[in-house]
Antibody, heavy 122, light 107 residues
């Protein structure tokens, strides 16, 4: 059974950085892209980018280029997203999601983590 | 950037049919997926590639596409279908794009 389990809630000050983790189980971690999606309070879903766990290659939505970094640790089947220079409007629930087809970044998202709330507050 | 537009809200009586639309430029050439999101929960995939259902999703959920509009249809609506629904496509210029979301209320 596929599971994506994310790290716990974080509270950060403006200008700080935060790193959210997503541990995968129940499938071959290297075989499926991991995407990150965020949702601000009361708002819709916003795609942030993906990481290829096999190669470590990444692709970020233009809005997140330069201040978001996605990494992975294949020894523990875990993907991470780090956000730097946090602002108040980065307060959101951050989700990891698995790409639904092996070896491609273009597909739907078939499994999602439970979400991690990041609150930016002074 | 690519934009997907959904009707903000739909109200439907139990046992009736809810139709949720998703419009976008040239959406006919793109693969459309749909997610259900209940309050405080992560999204759940309910339809992929326009009309395929993942294992465990009831047959009451179906999808279609015509012209510049994709539609998610929920037949014989139940109270448990009350949720937000989002469409999703991959676009060459914008990569992954989600619709604006539709809140389905069962009245």
């Amino acid at each position: 059974q596929v599971h994506l389990v994310q790290s716990g809630a974080e509270v950060k000050k403006p200008g700080a950085s935060v790193k959210v983790s997503c541990q995968a189980s129940g499938y071959t971690f290297a075989g499926y892209y991991i995407h990150w999606v965020r949702q601000a309070p009361g708002q819709g879903l916003e795609w942030m980018g993906w990481i290829n766990p096999n190669t470590g290659g990444t692709n970020y939505a233009q809005k997140f280029q330069g201040w978001v970094t996605m990494t992975r640790d294949t020894s523990i089947n875990t993907a991470h997203v780090e956000l730097s220079r946090l602002r108040f409007n980065d307060t959101a629930v951050y989700y990891c999601a698995r790409g639904g087809r092996s070896g491609t970044s273009l597909a739907y998202f078939d499994y999602w983590g439970q979400g991690t709330l990041v609150t930016v507050s002074s | 950037s690519y934009v997907l537009t959904q009707t903000p809200s739909v109200s439907v009586a139990p046992g009736k049919t809810a139709r949720i639309t998703c419009g976008g430029d040239n959406i006919g050439s793109k693969s459309v997926h749909w997610y259900q999101q209940k309050p405080g929960q992560a999204p759940v995939l309910v339809i992929y590639y326009e009309s395929d259902r993942p294992s465990g999703i009831p047959e009451r959920f179906s999808g279609s596409k015509s012209g510049n509009t994709a539609t998610l249809t929920i037949s014989r609506v139940e109270a448990g279908d009350e949720a937000d629904y989002y469409c999703h496509v991959w676009d060459r210029s914008s990569e992954h794009v989600f619709g604006t979301g539709t809140k389905v209320t069962v009245v």
